[in-house]
């Protein structure tokens, strides 16, 4: 028995066997053709379009942000340059595998020479357009095929490997490459599998068939474990499985307290697949989507936008928040000059940096949001604000972009308009904003932060941040009695301890984690809301 | 038939833009290049386009050669100038 260590991505537990995949198609470049020139470029070509035809069914598969990776390796593989560099390396008497890998090959490098790191990430796109074509030359697909139910092991999955994936057969993910916010982690988390990635070695130690156990939650490898180790985690299985199946139950049961309060269970989204999965667990809407998670690739137009949240909001048929793109010193995006920064937790980010590059930023995601509005439930919600000022401002350029869109003939209708509450002054000073919005949402992860000044990246200081502390708890209670509607859609929305205080503080919309929305309807129907309140005063007055 | 244009979109010719160029300049017949400094590159190759590394503001010579290469420079010269989103 031996255990490996790497980065949880994804919770769970999964126990089966090891399928192993391993990076393949080594390509001898210097391989001489044995036929005529003019057979070799007909392969060439027709490879070309089968490895076209093989991406175009796998983007109608995928949608979303994963179909728009895929859109521009498919421009790559129809490129007239490629072919025809091909065929002229074929012609001085290279193999059609050793002529595209030359070429694709000599591209990237002069991708990956540009000053420009953007364009110097697309040589990663050229050479899988030529592993593409020469997988198709041999007559084998890079796709990886799953016909029985295994624990993948790999050195990274690209998005183009997981979209075919059976997912009733794929236990588990484990990975050697890869962090916890990364595209593995979020597909993973969105199919409900657990997943630790960043495990240096996997694949030098872990064989084909081995027997693993795959614990998402402390980010550990087990290979082929012993007796007492594998009943320890047949043990868990059967508890989360059985926790599983009562709650499926509340899972088509709408939010309730014991004696029929409605607080409405919402999920927290960043991509189509969460929003697959809100819906499958039986969330009643979606009070977060992170917009900012469709910035990979820097900030897609207008359009782009339009049809990202167009599908998300169809998949959903149900009340969607979308949250205005949360970016800043720490998240940095493609395309966009944001300088490095001292604080990035207290500088340029958020409504701040939006309003400060309106049509960069601001007005392309307005105006999707604004046109995906006229055919379904969508709401603003502002991220990082501190006073009114700056939601009269948000206001002012909806109104703009409004105008602008009837003007162009575009279908567009006006929504409600809420903020996060996240910074203390937005907190104690709530009742100034009533008029100017609608909703509020308290994001609980930097409420703590910026109210304890605790930096929740600093293991050294993290735990001073109590999230049910009473400064908490006050702020909270604060914000309920502004007049506004009050949502939580921090983490503490999906505590267990939490949820009756929140409720009992007067919170009527709560969340949270896909998966997590069966287990807090189960809490909420297990108190009457007297006894919240009665919780919720007791906690204050200590 | 050629011109000098100074690129409008924010990112240069990336990925994106540099698509929306390329899909436009495949629905001509004339032979579309384009220039910067010494580097030419075909229109209708994503790979040569961005091989260019051109940004915003650089300036870069559009050239058009065939039957329809006025209605070429009548579309692709407004795409290269705006911000090609």
Redesign the interface.
Known sequence: MKVLHGIPASPGIAIGSAQTIHPVLSVDVTAQRSVDEAVEMTRLAQAIQQAIARLDALRMAAGGSTADIL??QR??LD????KEGADAQIATGFTAEAAITRVAAS?AE??AS???P??AA?AE??REAGRRIVAELRGISLEIRLDHAAILVAQDLAPAETVGLNPAYLQAVVTETGSATGHLAIVAQGLGIPAVVGVTGALAQIDEGTTLIVDGERGMVTVAPDEVSRSEAETRLATAQRDRRELEVYRDRPGMTADGVRVEVFANIGSLAEAHKAVEMGAEGVGLFRTEFITA??I????EQYAIYKEVAATLQRPLIVRTFDIGGDKPV??LDIPAEANPFLGWRGIRLALDRPE?VFL?QIRAFLRVAASYDLRIMLPMVTVPQEVEATRVLIDSALQDLEREGKLARRVPLGIMVETPAAAVTLDQFRGLIDFASIGTNDLIQYTYAVDRTNVRVRERAKPLGTAILRLIEQVCRAGVPVAVCGQLAGDADAVPLLVGLGVRELSVAPARVPAVKRVLSGMTLADMQARAQQRLAV | MERTVTLGSKSGLHARPAGVFVQHAKGFQSQITLAKNDKTANGKSILSVLTLGAEQGDQVVLIANGDDAQSAMNELVPLLEGDLG
């Open positions: 859109e521009a421009e790559m490129d007239p340059e490629l591209y002069q991708l540009l000053p420009d953007y364009l697309r796109d050229v690739h820097g897609p137009s207008e359009e493609q395309g960069e392309p």
